[in-house]
């Protein structure tokens, strides 16, 4: 690139809005009353991300008649369900890899689970006619660094043995797809994946659930809870309800137990999305399916195409300090300006695009990077989440199973470890916070000065973060 990559980055953020392009549009609903007066319900869903939003629509299809109360603390997608890259995967355990980390005796099962839950996916977005910007692109995974591609046919080949229809691609083929300087090959599962828009799947849940019947209060902050004698009473700023079960969807946020939070880190992410390129723009990189990517940096990235051809570019994460999920520094250029710049890399023949978004969202991180539970008052109270980024598709599994833990169903995933274990604790604060810092620094510079890093690095990984690829 014949310009200085910092100076072109900087310069990219001139008319920049720091907030998530996914709520920006036309088609948002209306807010629903926050909740005024003492309440009682069957069950009792707190949080309506995508976790509340697909529990509170498969308790109501599975019951009619059950008396579903949903209660949240903002609006609707106003935390991590507006703000991701909504990549979809087959996956209900953060990717193949991650379930053989985690559960190396149960890998065909979970995709089994995977398969049948994106197939269930794509029946309500039909059945309910949600209009979310839905293309199943495929999910692209490439190798970048020179010395992935050997890891990257392992993972092809355990997807391939697991039921997935999985192509490789070497350097000069992976361009006829995508052309970076920087791709080394990758491989692609057309199947069973592709894009979303979240804010319009959001919204279309939303609309589904009240057409079906279950109540939904926005602007309701959980602020405490407390067991009865025929359930839980959860407390709201203007209101109680008592209901005979909650399931908490509240994930990186963790509210409803202080328990919670010793399993779950709110890690931030980061996210810019360009203008719309133009025609010629797009013939510059191809991008002939409009799939998914992600890659194999040391600080994954990840990338996709809007409906009005966007490119949304991610990774790069953050912590601040006691799980702040609304970090000021987070809204202004400079957290953003080294991710432009890792995108200017990776498509230099892009640099005359502007950014027109930038935001970051909270992540519910556990040392599994998948689904779990906790369970509270006697077991009438159930927290499912730590879904670690890949919530789009897996939160609608992982609520249902949270369902049947609450429920207490003889169900079969009831029966697997996810359902039945949990992941390790993380240090509390400041330990947290300082165990972060020096981890991103540790991975910011380990390319180039190696040394401690990689020991280091090696600790974080044996506590159950895989936070690199290799």
Not at 167 to 179: H, Q, R, S, T, V
Not at 209 to 229: A, D, F, Q, R
Request: include cysteine; glycine fraction near 10%.
């Amino acid at each position: 690139m014949s310009h200085d990559i910092e100076t072109i980055a900087k310069g990219a953020f001139d008319n920049t809005k720091f907030t998530t392009y996914w709520l920006s549009g036309d088609g948002k609903p209306e807010t629903t009353d926050a909740l005024e007066e003492d309440i009682s319900c069957d069950l009792l869903i707190v949080g309506a991300g995508f976790c509340g939003l697909w529990a509170a629509l498969q308790a109501k299809e599975k019951n009619p008649d059950r008396h579903i109360v949903v209660i949240e603390g903002a609006e609707i997608a106003n935390g991590a369900t507006g703000r991701p890259a909504a990549i979809l995967s087959t996956s209900v355990m953060h990717g193949i890899a991650n379930t053989e980390r985690m559960f190396p005796g149960e890998v065909g099962p979970l995709e089994d689970f995977g398969h049948e839950n994106s197939d269930g996916f794509k029946d309500t977005i039909e059945r309910f006619n949600i209009d979310c910007d839905l293309e199943w692109g495929g999910e692209l995974t490439v190798a970048v660094g020179g010395t992935e591609m050997p890891s990257l046919q392992e993972t092809h080949d355990l997807f391939v043995k697991y039921g997935h229809e999985a192509k490789m691609y070497g350097k000069e083929a992976l361009k006829e797809e995508i052309d970076s300087p920087i791709f080394d090959g990758g491989f692609m599962i057309s199947k069973r994946s592709g894009t979303v828009h979240p804010g319009k799947l959001a919204w279309g849940l939303k609309r589904a659930i009240l057409e079906l019947g279950v109540e939904l209060y926005e602007n309701t902050p959980l602020l405490k809870t407390k067991k009865i004698k025929l359930g839980v009473q959860v407390t709201t700023p203007n209101a109680k309800i008592s209901a005979k079960k909650v399931l908490l969807c509240t994930n990186a946020y963790a509210a409803g137990h202080k328990n919670i939070r010793k399993r779950v880190v709110g890690i931030r992410d980061r996210i810019v999305v360009t203008e719309p390129l133009t025609d010629e723009q797009l013939a510059r990189i191809g991008w002939k399916s409009r799939c998914g990517i992600y890659d194999t940096r040391i600080q994954l990235k990840y990338m996709r195409l809007t409906a009005d051809n966007r490119i949304l570019f991610g990774g790069r994460l953050a912590y601040f300090f006691g799980d702040n999920t609304d970090p000021q520094a987070d809204k202004s250029a400079g957290s953003f300006v080294p991710l432009f710049q890792a995108f200017l890399r990776t498509f230099p023949q892009l640099a005359d695009v502007k950014v027109d978004y930038a935001w970051s969202g909270p992540i519910g991180l556990t040392t599994r990077m998948a689904v779990h539970y906790q369970s509270f008052h006697d077991g009438d109270m159930v927290y499912a989440g730590g879904y670690s980024g890949f919530g789009v598709t897996a939160t609608r599994f992982g609520s249902r199973v949270g369902l049947d833990i609450l429920d207490d169903l003889d169900t079969p995933e009831r029966k697997f470890n996810f359902a039945k274990t949990q992941p390790g604790y993380v240090p509390p604060e400041p330990f947290r916070w300082l165990g972060f810092k020096f981890t991103m620094y540790a991975l910011d510079t380990l390319e180039a000065k190696g040394g401690w890093r990689h020991l280091w690095v090696k600790i974080v990984k044996g506590m159950g973060f895989p936070i690199t690829h290799n």
